[in-house]
């Protein structure tokens, strides 16, 4: 039964739906150039959001499940809520340099109705609100890569996004349905007692094995990546930013949800195949983005080495059956939150070059210590953070993770994700030595490419920039917070 009382636990949502329509209504009637209207829009719906979110948290991170058990709201949710409407403030922010005002207004509207999936599927307690969730986060991120209408490269990425994409959300409906089947129950909670009543049979594992193939899709696992350097490449940057950091994310908090609740019966099994998925995505992520020149599609396949590292921590929580609250888990959270900062400036710093250049190319970044050395000095820290040099927070995320491999006994799993992260050292690596070591091209001048449309654009776009650089310093400096945080909210939501 649904009580008055839930309505106030979705508040958050409710805005976010609220300013993704008030965008829409004034993209309709305005025409000329109001882009910080948009913006301030866009920024003070999800500030009210959030203020809502921590007014209704539930005391002492405890679940409260809303709307006949469809949602719940958590520690767990609320971690991932909290990062997700940081997220889509900066896109937002970073997006008023790229595009004009009607673009803009689209491009922030769209990224509304995605981060209203995203929130709903971090706490989504049931596997029919879980497909409304992804669907109602994946059908604008297929809109925001081909927003540049006008980019050949952005409508075949677009296309092939949304083609593979519907495939997956195909697959993962039969593996609902075959779910249902066995158990009786859409509940995440109850279809571990049905998995437990109907014993590990093939058709079980049948059925968790078509939920993990869509699930890799939506996180970029191998076999499943191959819409990612495409996407990314093809998509404008700020969206790029966005798509790379925030659906990748939710997916993961989600299959965190299934494999530790709802087949978590399955734990063994579960601990295998993870760890198979997360060895191949290492090694072919990391591998793949050595051959790449284009930065963006270096960044595609970079996130997906990530993905492999944040599948590790899930394989180890699998391997312990779920009974340790530092093992695995917390250990996600916390990567996922500080990759989310690493990468999204990264995507950033990429757009200055782009601007000044007209070019992706990872040559245009030789020597902009000379000419823009605020964003080389912020690109130096991403790159180092996402190899795992000390003390920065990318360090700390890599070294939990190994610590849950460790813990969990896969050896084998630890000794490949140190491998993979030497090796991704020489394309991160690479970057710092051109911006820092080579002399700019002389065809680039200092003050190349288009200037912003005003100095408050440009202003932002650093502040953008430095808030990404000054959370990867920060949370690899005290980190220990936000490691609390994290364990907190996995002890009062997942176990």
Do not use: C
């Not at 790449?292 to 970079?302: A, F, H, P, W």
């Amino acid at each position: 039964m649904i009580e008055p009382s839930d309505i106030g636990y979705v508040l958050p949502e409710l805005t976010v739906l609220g300013t993704a329509l008030a965008l829409l209504l004034w993209a309709a009637i305005t025409r000329s150039d109001q882009r910080w209207t948009s913006v301030g829009l866009a920024l003070t719906g999800n500030g009210l959001a959030a203020l809502f979110m921590f007014m209704r948290a539930p005391a002492d991170d405890a679940a409260v499940q809303i709307f006949a058990g469809q949602l719940v709201v958590d520690g767990f949710s609320t971690f991932f809520r909290t990062l997700f409407l940081i997220l889509a403030s900066l896109a937002i922010v970073f997006g008023a340099q790229r595009f004009s005002t009607a673009p803009l207004t689209d491009f922030a509207a769209l990224l509304q109705f995605s981060l209203l999936g995203m929130m709903l599927l971090v706490g989504a307690a049931d596997w029919a609100t879980a497909f409304i969730a992804i669907e109602t986060m994946a059908v604008p991120v297929y809109v925001l890569v081909g927003l540049t209408r006008f980019r050949r490269e952005s409508l075949e990425a677009a296309m092939k996004y949304f083609a593979l994409g519907a495939f997956a959300s195909a697959i993962l409906v039969y593996g609902i349905a075959w779910t249902y089947g066995l158990t009786g129950t859409t509940s995440l909670a109850e279809t571990a007692a049905g998995i437990t009543a109907h014993g590990e049979t093939p058709w079980t594992l049948f059925a968790l094995g078509l939920i993990l193939v869509a699930m890799g899709f939506k996180v970029a696992a191998v076999p499943f990546h191959a819409w990612t350097p495409d996407a990314y490449q093809g998509a404008p940057t700020p969206a790029a930013a966005f798509i790379s950091v925030g659906p990748k994310v939710a997916a993961m908090a989600l299959l965190a949800r299934v494999v530790t609740l709802a087949f978590e019966p399955l734990a063994a099994n579960i601990a295998i195949a993870l760890a198979v998925i997360a060895a191949a995505t290492m090694i072919l992520g990391n591998l793949a983005a050595i051959a790449q020149n284009d930065v963006k599609r270096l960044l595609g396949y970079s996130s997906i080495a990530h993905t492999g590292y944040m599948l590790v921590g899930l394989a180890a929580v699998s391997q312990t059956e779920g009974t340790s609250t530092f093992i695995g888990i917390p250990s996600v959270l916390f990567y996922g939150f500080v990759y989310a900062f690493m990468t999204f400036g990264a995507f950033a710093v990429a757009y200055v070059v782009e601007n000044q250049t007209g070019s992706n190319d990872i040559s245009a970044f030789r020597g902009l210590a000379q000419r823009a050395p605020l964003p080389a000095v912020a690109m130096a820290v991403f790159m180092l953070s996402l190899t795992g040099v000390p003390p920065l927070s990318g360090f700390l995320g890599k070294l939990y993770i190994l610590q849950s491999a460790v813990d969990a006994e896969f050896g084998w799993l630890a000794v490949v994700l140190v491998v993979t992260s030497v090796v991704s050292a020489f394309y991160y690596l690479r970057v710092v030595v051109m911006m820092f070591m080579q002399d700019a091209d002389e065809a680039v001048p200092a003050d190349a490419g288009s200037a912003p449309a005003s100095a408050i654009v440009a202003d932002t776009h650093s502040a953008v920039i430095a808030a990404a650089a000054g959370a990867t310093v920060a949370f690899g400096i005290v980190g220990g917070g936000l490691l609390t945080w994290a364990q907190s909210a996995v002890t009062n939501g997942l176990l």
